[in-house]
């Protein structure tokens, strides 16, 4: 069976909820200073996506910063909010080829979900899938390699064995086991992934 193709799942430049629909509290509601300062960052972010479309990336980057800067700002250090944004500027430095860069980002946003979201919630999933495919294509299998295992641990427990979502880590895995020249470890991953899109897509 001829090795499957590396899945990023990288979640880039998504949109932002920046400001909370149902405050919980009265303090959760911005000031003024703030909520304009919410306001410029979303303008950014959607400036950002028109960029990172138009393959400016260093104009992209540069501007993923100054929104960042001022969700800090608005929000403080440990924000869900803050957490999307450094994946935004961590992604656009990633696909520039910046993983030293991009690194410490996509680890701090892993962090900061771990402490708002849970160790087990699929946002956690998520950045650990971010960070260990930017790993794997560097090379550090080893340090890849158990976060692959804990979102696979963690979607399947939250979306079932046979989602979609499964799959898509367990071709992850696979790859990087046969980097490994781990192929018969490797095997019986790309063969679940398949079963798990067949039934879900269809064989064809």
């Known amino acids: 069976m001829a090795p499957a193709a590396r899945v990023c799942t990288v979640a880039l430049l998504f949109g932002m909820a920046l400001v909370p629909a149902s405050p919980a509290r009265a303090d959760d509601v911005p000031s003024p200073e703030n909520a304009a300062k919410?306001?410029?960052?979303?303008?950014?972010?959607?400036?950002?996506?028109?960029?990172?479309?138009?393959?400016?990336?260093?104009?992209?980057?540069?501007?993923a910063r100054e929104s960042l800067k001022l969700l800090e700002e608005a929000l403080g250090p440990e924000h869900l909010d803050i957490a999307s944004g450094l994946n935004n500027l961590a992604a656009l430095l990633d696909s520039q080829g910046h993983y030293d860069a991009a690194r410490p980002l996509y680890e701090r946003a892993l962090e900061i979900r771990e402490k708002v979201l849970g160790p087990e919630h699929p946002g956690v999933a998520t950045s650990l899938i971010n960070l260990a495919v930017l790993l794997d294509s560097q090379g550090h299998y080893d340090a890849a390699r158990p976060l692959y295992e804990r979102a696979l641990e963690i979607r399947e427990k939250a979306l079932g064995p046979e989602h979609p979502a499964v799959a898509t880590i367990l071709n992850n895995l696979a790859v990087l086991l046969d980097s490994q020249g781990q192929h018969d470890a490797a095997r019986p991953l790309h063969e679940r992934a398949l079963a798990i899109r067949e039934k879900a897509l269809g064989p064809e």
């Open 38 to 63: 919410l306001k410029r960052a979303k303008e950014l972010n959607d400036r950002v996506l028109e960029l990172y479309g138009a393959a400016k990336y260093s104009e992209a980057v540069l501007l």
